[in-house]
């Protein structure tokens, strides 16, 4: 699962509060890096659809946040700024967790990953 596909996941169960939805807790036991070609349209285009914030507590909550320093906010004409997108363009796409769990931060339901695939299917209980 890749860190760009978990800034744009939001828990589903029906009982978890509208605010506590989006992000989904990171809990990972197997992270792989994997170097993937750089397509720096897609990276400059993406970047305003992100959420940073979220991004940085990802890399928190994987124990890459020293690893891996960004800012609080994405840098003014970041789409000049080659180290900046060849950064995030690694975080976002080549940082994948390929085992572990997200979790909802406002029931505690747990979404494994396994394979790098997050099994977010619900139970009829837990549909909206």
Wanted: glycine share 6%.
């Amino acid at each position: 699962m890749k860190l760009l596909t978990h800034n744009m996941l939001e828990s589903q169960v029906k009982t978890c509060p509208e605010e506590k939805r989006f992000p989904l807790k990171i809990v990972a036991t197997e992270i792989e890096e994997t170097e993937i070609e750089f397509q720096r349209s897609f990276i400059i285009n993406i970047i305003p659809k992100i959420d940073w914030g979220v991004l940085r507590g990802a890399l928190e909550e994987m124990g890459l946040s020293e690893k891996y320093e960004i800012g609080s906010k994405v840098p003014e004409n970041y789409e000049e700024d080659e180290t900046f997108l060849q950064l995030a363009h690694h975080i976002l796409l080549e940082i994948e967790i390929i085992t572990g769990k997200f979790v909802c931060r406002g029931t505690g339901r747990e979404f494994p990953i396994e394979n790098k695939i997050a099994n977010m299917l619900l139970t009829s209980e837990e549909l909206n």
